[in-house]
């Protein structure tokens, strides 16, 4: 009799510890580009996060409990941001990830500030830490941190006294341009032609013969994913001959998958990538490819990141405090050796800006080669 | 001067391409009297299935191009005239494009879901050489999109005009119910008409996926230009719907060029209320009345 009122109590028990530990996961929702003219950039990121997640649970979770990890198309439309941002927060997102273009994260960002909730994006427009916002938080460097890296390298390495830019008509190309003209101007680089062009642009021949006829010393190309490699490609078919020079997109994997041949000799800086001399970089290309089939781009990283930065700042805080995370993570400095996941120092800005390692690289028969490693502007 | 042939070229190569697109919207138009919304669609798909059949089957590309086009011309010639044209039209001509825009937005998400969202790289059939002419480098992928899409017109122009075959599909165009008198297979004929609206929207899939890379979106900017390139052109023309693509093309290419990247779609459309304005059957089109 005493055995079965014992049975009975260690099934009840159980029975009621089920949804108990249901409870104890935590929920992440990622706000990101599926479809639309961020697919790219986007599904990079995702599975990023995917595969952040997926490391994380298998080592036991944050603070014991297990990330639900729940994914929203923003079709990289504004409008849809916003609502998908309010829905996450609705549902009692822990903190919001994404998006990555800068449009939709300028358009959305106010409604994770409103609700005190941490938004770790991977945009890099100037523009977007500059409005007081205590909640955004980024993922890659700030265009008004690679842009002085660039025109040095135009100057230094390139020798260009003349650059043709062509940039595009989003916020993000917007921020880079106006970020690089002063810079280009600081190192007395004159612009030969200021080219802007589409976001979802198709067809580049115009642009390709624009430059051409510029006949620059360089070109400098700060365009999305996918019109990057069709502007490659136009160039190419124009017989452009100069030097394409670009910040991190120009030769993220993507861009070279999609632009072919048309991407050797691609060169410029990049924030982040998986060929850099940095094994954890490298580890983590291989587990990407592994398990997606494809090689990561810098959104991949930056998705992994975002997920470890979260790590990071609950296990520093002991709680899950939606508030005490982003004030954690202001000026928070974050080590490999604190969160493996964050695979190379990292300091978070007091405006959630990142200072951090960055690279020069070239690309060689279809594949990135790092050139040389920058420093932290503050370390 | 060499600097606006090269524009010239560029816009030529891609008029070339709403050419053949917007022909599809003549032939459809004239069997059918009906407009086919999903024709940017069409152009858009054949890539998408021959990428799907490499990397989802593993065939080789040459095996993976025949069987995706075969597909499509299955599917979106016989298949589109059978399962959407034939039960719809009995019903008007407006429940038959309200068809063709749900089938076209089927179509984008169903290339999206079942395929990818992001775009893929196409193999071209000619490498992205330049040959320098007149001072000015000329694409190679441009010189044979011209052509080949100028051979395929002529000799969809030669087959309906010298052919037994086409002017059977001529006359069953014109009056479907005195060519069934005179013993012609209209039914057959119009089934003609649709597959060659499928080949022709398979090569310029070919033709354009290289340079635009294979996307489910990529039919929504071909599909308007197509429209309007049928309309300058002449609706009722498969000479109207060349001569409407090439002019779009080059249009469009000269105000990238001298206006604005931001403004070149407003070009083409501000030259479209010009042409319904003052001529409304079009460059080269005929006059049609209807009674009602």
Not at chain 1, 33 to 48: F, H, I, M, R
Not at chain 2, 35 to 41: L, R, T
Request: glycine share 10%; proline share 4%; charged share 15%.
């Amino acid at each position: 009799m005493k055995q079965s009122i014992l049975a009975l109590g260690i099934a009840a028990t159980a029975a009621l510890a089920l949804p108990a530990a249901a409870q104890e996961r935590i929920k992440l929702v990622n706000v990101v580009e599926l479809s639309g003219a961020g697919a790219t950039a986007g599904t990079n990121w995702k599975n990023g996060i995917d595969l952040a997640v997926a490391d994380i649970n298998a080592r036991g979770g944050i603070l014991g409990r297990q990330i639900e990890i729940v994914h929203y198309d923003t079709q990289t439309n504004p409008g849809n941001t916003r609502a998908a941002v309010q829905r996450a927060i609705d549902e009692g997102t822990y903190a919001v990830l994404g998006p990555v273009f800068s449009g939709p994260i300028g358009a959305s960002m106010q409604i994770a500030q409103r609700a005190e909730i941490a938004q770790i994006v991977g945009g890099e427009a100037a523009g977007l830490t500059r409005q007081g916002n205590q909640y955004l938080f980024r993922t890659s460097l700030s265009q008004s941190a690679a842009m002085p890296k660039i025109a040095a390298y135009l100057k230094n390495t390139v020798k260009a006294s003349s650059v043709a830019v062509v940039w595009v008509n989003n916020d993000f190309g917007k921020g880079g341009r106006d970020a690089i003209l002063p810079e280009l101007q600081k190192a007395g680089i004159r612009v030969a032609a200021d080219i802007s062009t589409e976001q979802g642009q198709a067809d580049f021949a115009a642009d390709a013969i624009k430059v051409k006829n510029a006949n620059a010393d360089a070109v400098f190309v700060y365009l999305n994913e996918e019109e990057s490699a069709r502007f490659l490609r136009a160039a190419k078919q124009q017989g452009v001959d100069k030097p394409m020079v670009g910040e991190t997109t120009l030769l993220g994997a993507k861009v070279i998958e999609l632009a072919g041949d048309a991407a050797n000799g691609v060169r410029g800086h990049v924030g982040l990538s998986i060929d850099a001399p940095v094994p954890a970089f490298q580890e983590f290309g291989r587990k990407f490819q592994a398990r997606f089939n494809y090689a990561s781009d810098h959104n991949g990283l930056k998705g992994y990141m975002a997920v470890a930065m979260i790590k990071w700042a609950t296990e520093k805080q002991k709680k899950f405090d939606k508030k005490g995370l982003a004030d954690t993570l202001r000026g928070a400095t974050i080590t490999p050796a604190e969160e493996p996941g964050i695979m190379i120092t990292t300091k978070v800005e007091t405006n959630g800006d990142l200072d951090r390692e960055s690279y020069l690289a070239e690309v060689e028969n279809g594949k990135q080669i790092i050139k040389a490693t920058l420093p932290m502007i503050n370390p | 001067m060499a600097e606006f042939l090269a524009y010239l070229i560029a816009g030529l190569a891609t008029g070339a391409i709403y050419a053949l697109a917007a022909i599809g919207f003549t032939l459809v138009w004239q069997t059918s009297q009906m407009i086919n919304f999903a024709q940017g669609e069409f152009v858009m798909l054949p890539a998408i299935l021959i990428l799907a059949a490499v990397k989802l089957a593993g065939l080789p590309v040459w095996a993976a191009a025949i069987l995706g086009i075969a597909a499509f011309i299955a599917l979106f010639g016989w298949g589109f005239k059978l399962v959407i044209v034939d039960p719809m039209i009995r019903h008007g001509v407006l429940p038959l494009a309200i068809a063709t825009m749900a089938l076209s937005i089927i179509m984008k998400e169903g290339a999206k879901d079942g395929f990818t969202a992001e775009a893929q790289r196409f193999p071209s059939l000619v490498p992205q050489e330049t040959v320098s002419f007149l001072g000015i480098s000329i694409s190679l992928q441009h010189i044979a999109i011209i052509i080949v899409a100028c051979l395929a017109i002529g000799t969809l122009q030669w087959f309906v005009t010298r052919t037994k075959t086409g002017r059977q599909m001529q006359a069953s165009a014109q009056n479907p119910n005195v060519a069934l008198i005179l013993g012609i297979p209209v039914a057959q004929m119009v089934m003609l008409t649709f597959l060659i609206n499928a080949a022709l929207a398979a090569l310029a899939s070919i033709l354009i996926s290289p340079i635009y890379l294979a996307k489910f979106s990529n039919g929504e900017v071909i599909g308007l230009f197509a429209f309007i390139a049928a309309i300058v052109g002449g609706f009722n023309q498969v000479r109207g719907a060349l001569a409407g693509g090439l002019i779009v093309g080059v249009i469009d290419s000269l105000a990238a060029a001298y206006i604005s990247t931001s403004y070149r779609l407003a070009v083409p459309l501000v030259l479209l209320v010009v042409i319904i304005l003052i001529k409304p059957e079009g460059l080269f089109g005929r006059k049609e009345e209807r009674g009602v």
